[in-house]
């Protein structure tokens, strides 16, 4: 396949030792003209197998005729007793040779003995007579070898008045030589010979100027170097490259791609939506048009995908007809899931700066409170206010406590209700929520699913009417995270891709690329669960995660 701004270029040298060479069209010349002489050998193989099959057909029942004659003579069945058999039946064996163009006639006994032939030399020797029913009372003609050599025969038993098999009639010919059947065939072989080569020769012609053409005027040695050298180059990129075709299929994949799409190596020619890919990615690879590092998550993978469109750049001084047409697009793609991974940490230090700054501002403003107090000397009041600002922190952290046993989401939680209301927006947990303690690795994924989601429930309701989050949490029977907001909602068009592309509206800064999201899903999926968004009854949107359990 093409590059997208790849033009070839011979090299001098390259063309004196093409000239040097057969040239391309040399080759296809030769290589018609073995395939007419492989057609013509078949031709003649099957002419002298045909020409067996009637030879044996014809013959043998002219055989069969002959012996019958024979075993049907008076003097055959009267005379096989005579001292002198073989002298006695000679005249009328050598008769039925002669009539019928026959090579040997014989009278044989039951036993395979040879009582009179038309070849004195196997006379009382033993006669092959193959898988004849003669013996048995029947006429038979088959094959069989005589003096060494495979003849056509017809059996005739010599039967007496009580049906008793007395003797056995042969008339054999041997089978012509191939050269004979060859030469029966000379005409039609001459025929076959003259129309092959003239087909031959013209589709040669022709074959040679449309490979000259669709190969710009390359030969096969530059066709085979420039091979070799894309095939090194794309398998020797680090990024995954992948072309499809303009009908869909995929026309090339490097071992990169193969890795990170999870792919088996030979899904070069299938289309892209049969071999496994992503939906999300699959939709990436079938559009047209150019694409710069776009996000897009798999099950296992973050990827930052760019997409170009493929045309034909040929020489057009060599009379090609395909410049400038489209061929297809070519992706490229580089894991980007150690970044995700990096951007999402930064997001959450980026959090727990902000909680730290919220819960500051606001520990500030209670002691200048208490200060200002105690200067006025209203001791009663300040007992009052710091009674009622630990009654209000114990309140929230026993709130969520009392419903979620594992201390880091807990600890997430109680921050993020912080920093909620620093911003002017509630964030209440569920009261049917429960969760117990989990694995510390899970506990991790879960605080990344709730971190993200809250953020971006956060960002999206800070500047609506009802300024309201309401986070449930479930360990029964999977675990469920259920965040709900107050914003907008998200379009239903939007939904079945907000979590597997960039698409966001944060500002360009650590973490507001659309990740978070993205990392959701990306969780889910690698504990093999899901991540949905519909509209809550409430208004807004509310994002499920479900993560099954054990």
């Known amino acids: 396949m093409w590059s997208p701004s790849r033009r070839v270029v011979r090299p001098r040298t390259a063309r004196l030792r093409g000239r040097r060479r057969r040239s391309l069209a040399g080759q296809v010349l030769v290589l018609q003209l073995a395939v007419v002489a492989v057609v013509l050998g078949a031709v003649a193989a099957v002419s002298v197998h045909q020409s067996t099959r009637e030879f044996r057909d014809l013959q043998g029942g002219r055989m069969l005729s002959v012996a019958e004659s024979l075993a049907s003579t008076p003097i055959v069945r009267e005379q ?197 890919i992503d939906p999300g990615l699959t939709e990436v690879l079938l559009a047209q048009g150019e694409v710069e590092d776009l996000v897009i998550t798999t099950a296992t993978r973050v990827l930052a995908v760019n997409r170009r469109s493929a045309t034909i750049r040929g020489d057009t001084a060599n009379g090609s007809d395909r410049h400038g047409r489209s061929i297809g697009t070519v992706t490229t793609m580089r894991d980007s899931t150690e970044l995700a991974s990096m951007q999402s940490q930064l997001t959450s230090h980026k959090s727990v700066t902000d909680t730290l700054r919220a819960q500051t501002h606001e520990f500030a403003n209670q002691l200048h409170t208490i200060s200002g107090l ?50 002017g927006v509630r964030l209440d947990l569920d009261p049917a929520s429960h969760l117990r303690a989990l694995d510390p690795a899970l506990s991790t994924d879960v605080i990344t699913v709730v971190g993200n989601l809250v953020d971006n429930a956060l960002d999206v309701s800070r500047d609506s009417g009802a300024e309201r989050i309401v986070v449930r949490l479930q360990d029964e029977p999977d675990l469920l995270v259920e965040v709900t907001d107050s914003g907008p909602g998200v379009p239903p068009d939007m939904r079945d891709r907000v979590f597997s592309r960039g698409v966001t509206s944060k500002p360009d800064t650590p973490g507001g690329r659309g990740i978070g999201l993205a990392l959701v899903r990306l969780v889910s999926v690698q504990h093999g669960g899901t991540a949905v968004v519909d509209d809550a009854d409430t208004g807004g949107a509310r994002f499920r995660v479900r993560i099954p359990l054990g």
Do not use: C, F
């Not at 490259?241 to 999870?262: F, K, P």
């Not at 709130?399 to 920093?419: G, Q, R």
């Open 80 to 276: 096989l007793d005579a001292p002198l058999v073989e002298q006695v039946l000679a005249p009328d064996v050598d008769r039925a040779a002669a009539l019928s163009g026959a090579t040997v006639a014989e009278i044989v006994a039951p036993d395979g003995r040879v009582l009179a032939s038309t070849d004195p030399t196997r006379v009382r020797g033993t006669a092959d007579l193959g898988d004849s029913d003669a013996v048995r009372g029947r006429g038979w003609y088959g094959d069989v070898t005589v003096d060494g050599r495979r003849s056509i025969a017809g059996h005739v038993p010599v039967l007496d008045t009580d049906g008793r098999v007395l003797a056995v009639v042969t008339v054999s010919e041997n089978y012509p030589s191939t050269w004979m059947l060859l030469s029966g065939s000379g005409a039609r072989l001459l025929i076959y010979l003259g129309i092959g080569a003239g087909l031959g020769a013209v589709g040669s012609v022709l074959l040679s100027r449309r490979v000259r053409r669709h190969t710009l005027g390359l030969e096969t040695a530059e066709i085979a170097t420039l091979a070799d050298h894309r095939e090194a180059l794309l398998h020797s990129i680090r990024e995954g490259v992948i072309a499809v075709g303009t009908d869909g299929r995929i026309t090339m994949i490097n071992d990169s791609a193969v890795a990170l799409l999870g792919v088996e190596p030979g899904v070069v020619g299938r289309p892209v939506d049969e071999v496994g």
């Open 374 to 423: 105690a200067q006025l000397g209203s001791y009663d009041e300040v007992t009052a206010l710091v009674g009622t600002l630990t009654r209000r922190r114990a309140e929230i952290s026993e709130s969520i406590t009392a419903h979620v046993l594992d201390p880091a989401v807990a600890a997430l939680l109680i921050a993020k209700t912080s920093l909620a209301a620093e911003v």
